[in-house]
Every structure is written in C-alpha cells, then in structure tokens.
C-alpha cells in the first residue's frame, strides 16, 4: 500500500492572500478541517505544507498553508496534488476503499474465476461508482460498485471477484 493518499487537485488561486482552491475527493469535504499538514506533488516531488487555514466555497475547499502568501506563489502550484499521509486519513467505513488501494486490482468473475483484467480507473457517479477495467486485449468494462456486482475485495492481495449481471458482459 502507498504511504501517501491523494485528496484532492489544486485548481486554483483564491484571493490575493496565497489560498489554494482545491478540488476535493473525498465525500466529506469538513474532512479538510482536521489536516494539520498536506504535501504538493508534482513530479513525483514532495513538498510538505502545514495547514494555517481551511474555507468552504461550494464544492470547493480553500486552503492557506504556511508559507504560500501571495497569488503569485499561489499560482506555481496550481494542478500539484494535494496528499497526505495514509496514517492522516480518516477511517473509511466498512466495504469502503481508498481508490489508490484498488487501483491496479486484477478482476475475477465470480461464477467462472475469469480474469477479467485490471481496473484501471473509478468514475464517481450520484448513484455509485463506477469501476473501468479493462482485459489484455484492451477492451473496456465498466462495473457499477454496488453490492449485486462487487462481491470481494481483497486489498493486500490486490483482487475483486465481480458478479457479472445480465448485459455488463
């Protein structure tokens, strides 16, 4: 598992102050409200950031770290990632999953034990998630993350056994 948990994109500047506009992804944006410290990642390169202030601007999150100070050093890091440490995050509900943790996880059919391929990428939706995968020949299914499809997740060995429902084959 990865040390570190993307949590969102900065997108923007905010003010003339230094605050970062950043698009969240998570379901409960208050979650911001705790971080004590965040990394900017670009590059694969790490930079560590404590966390002076948070706002909430629709959908959006505002964040001021130490050190930012003015639309100009804003700007620099517009597009960088927004981590932090996995030990940082909040716990997760039951049959719930960080995407990087299942990002990667080769797919099985339930009733068979096909391999499926890979899933590659999850598109939130209003209903559910959906999960992309897609097999060694390049062709792409998409799984609605609900529990008549996803039947097991097994993230320390990178697997999911799906139940493929009438018309997602």
């Known amino acids: 598992m990865q040390d570190y948990i993307e949590i969102g994109t900065v997108v923007n500047t905010f003010g003339i102050k230094g605050f970062l506009k950043?698009?969240?992804?998570?379901?409960?944006i208050k979650r911001f409200e705790k971080l004590q410290k965040v990394y900017l990642v670009k590059n694969k390169?790490?930079?560590?950031?404590?966390?002076?202030?948070?706002?909430?601007?629709?959908?959006?999150?505002l964040i001021k770290?130490?050190?930012?100070n003015s639309i100009e050093e804003a700007e620099r890091v517009r597009?960088?990632?927004?981590?932090?440490?996995r030990k940082d995050a909040v716990p997760l509900p039951e049959d719930t999953y960080f995407i990087v943790d299942i990002i990667g996880?080769?797919?099985y059919e339930e009733e068979t034990g096909k391999e499926l391929g890979i899933l590659e990428d999850v598109f939130p939706t209003k209903s559910n998630d959906v999960y992309v995968v897609r097999d060694t020949l390049g062709k792409?299914?998409?799984l609605p993350a609900t529990y008549e499809v996803i039947k097991t997740v097994d993230v320390p060995n990178k697997k999911m056994i799906v139940h493929l429902l009438e018309g997602l084959q």
């Open 65 to 68: 770290v130490k050190g930012i």
């Open 22 to 28: 950043v698009n969240p992804y998570t379901d409960d």
């Open 140 to 142: 792409q299914l998409l």
């Open 79 to 85: 597009n960088y990632s927004v981590q932090i440490d």
């Open 105 to 107: 996880m080769t797919v």
């Open 45 to 61: 390169e790490r930079t560590t950031y404590e966390v002076e202030e948070v706002k909430f601007q629709k959908n959006v999150v």
